[in-house]
Every structure is written in C-alpha cells, then in structure tokens.
C-alpha cells in the first residue's frame, strides 16, 4: 500500500486530465504582430493559417505601419477576424510610424505605405463592428509577458516597432519573452540574400532598422526567417487553385481577392514570407537553420536597414546575439501543410 503522498496519481487529478484538462492544449501562446493587410498580402494568409493550426494559440493581435498604414493593418485585421468567426480574439493598436525613420521620397515610390495617413479603404463587406481594444499594443505585449514570464511566444511578422518599444518601456521584459520568431532581414553571405527595398535591405528591417537592431540584440531567443528561405516558398497559380477548390468564408475572401491579380497578373508567383514564420511554430523539421550572429545598419547611407549575419563577430558588430537562422525549406511538406490548414472549415458561431 502506498503512502498517502506515494498513492499513485489521485482520482481529483486523473479527472482533471481525462476530462478537464484542453486536449488542444496549444503548443504556443503566441502575440501575433504584424503589418496586416487583407488577402493576396502574406500577412492576411498567415493570419488565416495560424487560426487553423491548433499548435497555435493566439493570444492577441498587435499592429504596426510596415505594408500599409497602422490604421488599415487594424481595420483589415477585425474584417477577418470576423469572417474567420474568432471575433474573441483581441487587437490592438500599435505604432503607427517607425521609431526613426521618416516618409522619404524614395519610400514613396516602393511598397509599403508606412508613411500614410490616409484613412483606411473599407474592407470586403465593410468596416468590421469588432473594434480595438483601447490598451495599446505595447502595454498589451509588456502585460502579457510580465504575467506569463517563459511562456509568451512573440510572432513579428512586420517591422519590429512595437516589439523594440515593449523591450524599451519595461525593464526585463526580454529575459521574460520565451522566444521570438521574426521575419525579416537577408543574409547576404547564404543564398538567396539579396534585398527586396534595397540591394541589400529587406522590408520590414528597411523600415524600422533602429527597431531591429533594438530587438535583435536584446537577448530574447531569436528564430529568425530571412529572404533567403522566403524565397524557397513561392506560392503559384496551381496552388491557388487547390486552395480556393474548398469553399469556406475565407477561401471565398481569398478567391474574391486574388481572382483578379491572377487575371491582371496571370504568371504572378507571390512569396509566402510570414507563411513560413507560422509554419516555424507549427513544425520547426520543415526548416533548415545556421547559428549566426546578426546584426543590423542603422547609419543613414547606402546600407540602411541591412542585416549581416557571421559565424562569429566581427568589427562593428560587438554586442550582437546569436540566433537561429533558416536558410532552406522541405517545399513539398511545407506546401501540402499549409493547403490543407488553409482549407479548413471556419469553426460555428459560439
Ligand atoms: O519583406 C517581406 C515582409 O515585408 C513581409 O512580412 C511582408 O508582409 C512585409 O511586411
Ligand atoms: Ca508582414
């Protein structure tokens, strides 16, 4: 006979785990931030891709100038929240310019409408009614961590603003982040490592350089997904056309939006950046990864916003972390997981 404190697991808690305890237990609470914009952009795909992966719990939603406004990422993202039935989740606003860098000329002339202030264009079937809420992304991001320390998984998926702020506002919030997935930057020294704005600089490091540097040397364990393995994940009409074969309110949002790109645009092939930052927390095996150190160029000249990546330091990069970097992608496992998450039903009205 066991002692009482030897008895063999009790009948309080084999309940509890038989019937109580989350079967979907997600493997990650995770902070969704991103520079979002609706379907064909990637962020609205990735978005739809997490909610139907139940590795994936979101947590909230946090917005940031990068592909469009502020005020557009926030008024896109409440649409699919809505047509995606998950109205529970929360968003909230987050910066709505970079830390330093101002609208130039050239930034006018590119992608991305960071600078404006434009009001945003009613999404498809309307402004959401779902609003914000009126905590601001930083406090939410600096809130979450704090009461969840070792447990908070941070998904950036634009630029790195608000993540750069949470790290400057509260002292020791870095060391309570589990860990950080960001897409972002290009490693020139791998294949594939050329820039998208600039010869050398990617986007959403080319819009807030000082943000990333902020975040990239704060300590916080780092995945990072550069334009080296985004551009292993091309995304073409064929599988478009599996994708939208199911008919969900969001395979409809998507069709409704991408049938006339491929109709202007009929060879377009469109890079799945942050698919691929989803897919990192949903099965780390479809990557390929280097340790390096990166760092990145916050100096006003030719190389703004470039992240170089070493396998060890070098002049100009002391105080630089180490993290893990993917540099190739198993396509065809990679794929075949994100048509058939993508393709899910949406779940019923509660
Ligand atoms: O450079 C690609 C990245 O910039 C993607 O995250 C895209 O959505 C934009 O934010
Ligand atoms: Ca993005």
Avoid at 254 to 282: H, S
């Amino acid at each position: 006979m066991f002692a009482k404190s030897q008895r063999p697991i009790g009948l309080v808690t084999l309940i509890f785990f038989l019937f109580l305890y989350p079967a979907s237990a997600a493997d990650h609470k995770v902070i969704f931030d991103t520079d979002f914009v609706i379907p064909p952009q990637d962020d609205g795909l990735a978005l739809i891709f997490a909610l139907h992966s139940p590795e994936i719990e979101i947590l909230g939603i946090t917005t940031v100038a990068g592909n469009d406004s502020r005020e557009r990422a926030t008024s896109d993202v409440l649409r699919v929240l809505e047509i995606a039935n998950r109205e529970e989740i929360p968003v909230f606003n987050g910066a709505n310019m970079p830390l330093v860098h101002e609208k130039s000329d050239f930034a006018t002339t590119g992608h991305g409408k960071w600078w404006s202030d434009a009001p945003p264009p009613p999404p498809p079937g309307g402004f959401a009614k779902k609003q914000a809420e009126t905590t601001s992304a930083v406090d939410f991001i600096v809130k979450t961590v704090r009461e969840n320390p070792g447990e908070i998984t941070i998904l950036a998926i634009g630029p790195l603003t608000n993540i750069a702020m949470a790290i400057r506002q509260e002292p020791g919030f870095a060391e309570r982040v589990k860990q950080l997935v960001i897409m972002g930057g290009a490693i020139a020294r791998l294949p594939d490592g050329g820039g998208n704005v600039t010869p050398n600089a990617e986007f959403n490091f080319w819009v807030d350089p000082e943000a990333a540097k902020v975040v990239l040397r704060s300590g916080i364990p780092i995945i990072l997904s550069p334009l080296n393995v985004s551009r292993k994940a091309v995304f073409t009409k064929e599988w478009y056309e599996k994708l939208v074969q199911a008919d969900t309110p969001l395979t409809r949002l998507i069709k409704e939006r991408m049938e006339p790109y491929y109709e202007k645009y009929p060879d377009i092939n469109l890079l799945m950046y942050d698919q691929l930052a989803v897919a990192t927390l949903i099965d780390l095996t479809l990557f390929k990864m280097k340790e390096l150190y990166v760092d990145v160029d916050i100096n006003h000249g030719l190389n703004y916003g470039v992240s170089v990546g070493g396998e060890r330091l070098w002049p100009g990069a002391e105080g630089a972390q180490k993290m893990q970097v993917q540099y190739d992608l198993d396509w065809e496992r990679f794929i075949n997981l994100y048509i058939e998450r993508m393709t899910k039903p949406v779940p019923a009205r509660d």
